[in-house]
Nanobody, 128 residues
Framework: QLQLVESGGGLVQPGGSLRLSCTAS????????IGWFRQAPGKEREGVSC?????????NYADPVKGRFTISRDNAKNTVYLQMDNLKPEDAGVYFC????????????????????WGRGTQVTISS
């Protein structure tokens, strides 16, 4: 069964860190670019970061998270991570990972229109 499962969300204080995981089953995650997206209440889902396939030589980050978030792969675990540091209140929301509609592209852009298979999300809450 094809599945993407996010985990690692939770409650953290401003300035804190979280590491989100996106684990795949039923397919090889490294064959596809993978993106992370987030959605705050009342707002559109927005791209946060993405990593290319076959080792992830290309990564991209949305401007608000550059320098604070890091995306990476662990192919042995069929998992993509999103390390989030120096979290701000505006980073709160439900975080989703998604698989690009096409495998083996070698590139990635965190535009949600390019992703067609999604996990169910993990909640990130930032509060003091």
């Amino acid at each position: 069964q094809l599945q993407l499962v996010e985990s690692g969300g939770g409650l953290v204080q401003p300035g804190g860190s979280l590491r989100l995981s996106c684990t795949a089953s039923g397919f090889t995650l490294d064959s596809y670019p993978i993106g992370w997206f987030r959605q705050a209440p009342g707002k559109e889902r927005e791209g946060v970061s993405c990593i290319s396939d076959r080792g992830g030589s290309m990564t991209n980050y949305a401007d608000p998270v550059k320098g604070r978030f890091t995306i990476s792969r662990d192919n042995a675990k069929n998992t993509v991570y999103l390390q989030m540091d120096n979290l701000k209140p505006e980073d709160a929301g439900v975080y989703f990972c998604a698989r690009h509609f096409r495998p083996f592209t070698g590139i990635c852009w965190p535009s949600k229109e390019r992703y067609d298979f999604w996990g169910r999300g993990t909640q990130v809450t930032i509060s003091s």
